[in-house]
């Protein structure tokens, strides 16, 4: 069936529909864009040539022909074209062209998941099933994976035969590296080295595998090989900048995408506004669902992105039940819908789950899949006629990324973006411009981080001593040696016959991850129909206690689990199939305390407030759970849980506000964080409104129980100049606690010192060279570990930190100002994502008590 014979119509029928098309923010249409061919290039191996003409290929695209060339020239390159753009055959051309050539050679390709590669195997070991039966003489090519699922009994051989290695940067930094010896044939002829979706290399992570690549390099150094590099990249701000910083080699960009595209539609829809006095939409993930039915009732194959594993559950539920979802209770075979053309896919799911989903999509099996991000990486899915993106991804990015799931060569395809009340969301959806005019954030990476850079000499000088005079990438010998001399201070090196030696009995690799630390995953276990217990899924150990605390409704594949158990010591979860008319929500409580405070004595003294850096603890814990009632979203209640509470103990920078002040923003009305006095009235002015609403929430009908329902202004309390005009009684209405905040999110007036935290947070990775991911924000008007004082903290979101918040107070000064000139510079009228963030869609931004506080903080006696 020809895509455009069912789209366009939903497409004419979106633009006319009642419920749809007043509520489209914004529509771009991009036209087809024909290919651009190339000849097979002269020197393409016959045997090459042949294959591809058997799988119907008879030109190549113009980015892929010139990553022939360049690599045949002997550049390094980095492919940076749209999603199924060819890139795969891209470098696998050279690769196989180079292993005909020379019956030796070897290869070794990284992804960043396990996932990937072995979706990537499929692809390769096909082209090679095509390729044995061209080359008759013995010609022998085996690929293999090898990480940490890759069985014990089938390691050796694949060291020893396999011709192209499939790994990622966490086997590679402890179960290869380590042990290269026993590759010693493998390293002595690599020829390729293949870096797939480079993007995700960012941040600390990417800092991390930057010196993995050191390491790889060094090794293969000694065993007399110069591989020459490709990788690839989905579109992002930097991609040449960033693949220089990876391998520190000159690199040749290719960005010129030469394959074909037919038409794209992204579209902006911000759902329909139901109370407009309160600024209340329609939930986001229901109109996802609607418009997602529209596309299954068309037999259009679609992906609905999620941003989190719950909410992928829940669109899940909507879509394979819909509202009669719970009329029936169903065995356990209907429920888990293995057969469904309706399916999740996200973290947690089993292996095997994950690969019959993949080939559901490939063979058209699978019509609808709702995933978490797992599916923005380059999974060969097939190709989709549209995707949903249920709220903004955080990035534009990954907003690209997702929507270029949607079509395939030159078939048609529509992306749509569904705001959230998220304030980002709300800005995007009413300044469409910023979304579509924006060029995609630079992926940024320090491998000379202190820290990162140390742990990597250790495991270096652990695989082969360093020799006096050898540099560490593009770091000198006289750089090296300081950090060399100091391990050998530490008694964990040893200096002898111009050589430093490693000295201690641990591994160095083993303890250090190149990720973000997270304790083991627990395993969730539930009853069969026979009684049997059997595993159905796993949630990582940071995750568990909000996912899966005991009496949580935990969603998989669209079937409900009630909690029985959580067992943190042994890392298991006991579930029981139900069918509930509610779903739970954790609520959580997060403190940070300071351990150590080492900012230097004395500090500079500014009038504004001080600045600090240190170690920290940050404590969160799970101290209840919601019940809320599917569709509407009705609280049944709120639960208390005792659970233990996850600690994080890393490094901080801080900044704090002196009591002159705040006395100074008071006078001039730019400090809205004190509590507002409503006035001696307030007690009979609520019971009064309460009573007029018959004790009833306006919104979602809730009568009282043995919590009193909020009174809310309308008009938020502080736009009034006075109490009496700020509560009259038309702008009061009764709300209970979950409708009211809502409303309070919608109509909120961001305080100046969220609004510092807001732009210090999006500021400070351009200092420090990191990923703003890496970085967790926390403010606090009366932070009790400053003596009550109002603060904001910045801190590293890795456990003991890698040196972020050192660097942060160093620069405190150059920070605030820059800050201070990001805010003013902004053309805004009240804050935006671009400064110090958006207020409510209703609210005010507070754009001018942040400027107010960062002159404050600039002040000094001096």
């Not at 009642?18 to 016959?46: E, G, K, S, V, Y």
């Not at 044939?185 to 991390?208: K, M, P």
């Not at 004082?789 to 918040?805: E, N, R, W």
Request: aromatic share 8%; glycine share 8%.
């Amino acid at each position: 069936m020809n895509p455009l014979n069912t789209l366009q119509p939903l497409l004419d029928f979106w633009k006319r529909d009642a419920d749809t098309a007043p509520n489209i923010a914004a529509w771009r249409t991009t036209p087809p864009r024909p290919a651009q061919p190339h000849p097979f290039p002269n020197d393409l191996p016959a045997p090459l040539r042949e294959a591809l003409s058997k799988r119907g290929v008879s030109s190549l695209y113009s980015h892929q022909f010139e990553a022939w060339n360049q690599t045949r020239a002997g550049q390094n390159v980095i492919l940076a074209t749209g999603t199924a753009s060819g890139k795969t055959l891209a470098y696998n051309l050279p690769v196989l062209a180079n292993m005909l050539e020379d019956p030796q050679a070897r290869a070794l390709y990284l992804f960043p998941t396990k996932a990937l590669a072995q979706d990537q195997l499929s692809v390769i070991s096909d082209q090679l099933s095509v390729l044995r039966q061209l080359v008759t003489d013995h010609w022998s090519l085996i690929a293999g994976i090898y990480d940490g699922d890759t069985p014990q009994k089938d390691r050796p051989s694949i060291r020893k035969n396999a011709r192209i290695v499939l790994s990622n940067p966490d086997m590679l930094h402890t179960g290869i590296l380590p042990h290269h010896a026993n590759w010693s044939d493998f390293f002595s002829n690599l020829h390729f080295i293949v870096i797939d979706e480079a993007h995700t290399y960012r941040g600390v992570f990417g800092s991390h595998v930057a010196n993995v690549i050191r390491r790889l390099k060094r090794v293969v150094d000694f065993y007399g090989s110069k591989p020459k590099f490709i990788l690839a990249s989905a579109t992002i701000g930097n991609p040449k900048e960033l693949a220089e910083a990876l391998i520190e080699k000159p690199v040749e960009l290719i960005d010129n995408d030469g394959s074909s595209r037919g038409e794209r539609h992204f579209i902006i829809y911000n759902p329909p506004v139901t109370d407009a006095a309160l600024g209340l939409r329609k939930s986001s993930l229901l109109e996802s669902v609607r418009l997602a039915n529209d596309l299954l009732a068309r037999d259009i194959q679609s992906v609905v992105f999620a941003r989190t594993r719950r909410t992928v559950e829940m669109i899940l539920t909507y879509l394979q039940g819909g509202n009669s979802i719970f009329d029936i209770r169903r065995s356990n075979t209907e429920l888990s819908n293995i057969g469904s053309s309706i399916r999740g896919y996200r973290s947690g799911y089993l292996p095997h789950q994950r690969r019959e989903i993949e080939q559901g999509l490939r063979n058209g099996s699978v019509k609808t899949v709702v995933a978490t991000n797992a599916l923005e990486l380059g999974i060969d899915i097939g190709g989709l006629g549209a995707a949903i993106l249920v709220g903004y991804p955080g990035t534009i990015a990954s907003a690209r990324q997702q929507a270029g799931r949607a079509g395939r060569g030159d078939d048609p395809a529509v992306s749509v973006l569904v705001a959230s009340p998220n304030p980002l969301d709300q800005f995007l959806a009413h300044h469409p411009e910023y979304f579509f005019g924006r060029s995609p954030e630079q992926a940024l990476v320090n491998p000379n981080h202190l820290l990162i850079l140390l742990e990597h000499l250790r495991c270096a000088m652990f695989e082969l001593p360093f020799q006096k005079g050898e540099s560490f990438g593009s770091l000198s010998w006289e750089t090296i040696e300081e950090y060399l001399q100091f391990l050998t201070s530490n008694n964990e090196a040893h200096f002898s016959d111009e050589k430093y030696y490693w000295m201690q009995d641990a591994y160095p690799a083993a303890n250090i991850s190149l990720r973000s630390a997270s304790p083991q995953s627990v395993v969730l276990q539930a009853a069969d129909e026979d009684g049997k217990p059997t595993i159905i899924g796993t949630v990582d150990g940071e995750s568990a206690a909000w996912m899966v605390h005991p009496s949580a409704i935990y969603m998989h594949e669209a079937q409900q689990y009630f909690v029985q158990e959580l067992n943190l010591e042994n890392h298991i979860a006991q579930l029981i199939p139900v069918g509930l008319d509610y779903y739970t929500e954790a609520q959580q409580r997060s403190e940070i305390q300071i351990l150590s405070d080492l900012t230097p004595s004395p500090s500079p003294n500014r009038r504004g407030g001080q600045a600090g850096y240190g170690e920290i603890q940050v404590t969160t814990q799970i101290v209840g759970f919601k019940k809320l009632r599917w569709f509407t979203n009705e609280n049944l209640g709120l639960e208390p849980l005792d659970m233990p509470p996850s600690e994080l103990q890393t490094t901080g920078y801080w900044l704090t506000l002196s009591e002159a002040a705040l006395e100074r923003l008071r006078e001039s009305g730019a400090w809205t964080n004190d509590p507002n006095d409503y006035g001696a009235d307030w007690q009979k002015i609520r019971f009064a409104v309460r009573s007029r609403d018959q004790f009833t929430c306006q919104v979602c009908g809730a009568v009282e129980s043995t919590r009193e329902h909020d009174v809310h202004h309308k008009i938020p309390f502080r736009a009034f100049t006075s109490k009496e005009e700020a509560n009259r009684l038309e702008n009061l209405v009764t709300l209970c606690r979950t409708c009211h905040q809502k409303v309070e999110q919608n109509v909120r007036m961001r305080s100046g010192l969220a609004g510092l935290g807001f732009a210090l947070g999006n500021l400070a990775p351009l200092f420090l060279m990191c990923d703003p991911r890496d970085l967790g924000v926390f403010s606090e008007p009366a932070w009790s570990a400053a003596g009550g004082k109002p603060a904001v903290v910045l801190y590293d979101l890795v456990p003991a930190g890698i040196g972020f918040s050192q660097r942060l107070f160093e620069i405190h000064d150059e920070l605030v100002q820059r800050a201070y000139e990001l805010v003013k510079e902004c053309e805004c009228e009240d804050g935006c994502p671009s400064c110090v963030g958006p207020g409510g869609e209703n609210g005010t931004g507070g754009k001018m008590e942040t400027l107010a506080i960062l002159k404050e903080l600039s002040r000094n006696d001096n």
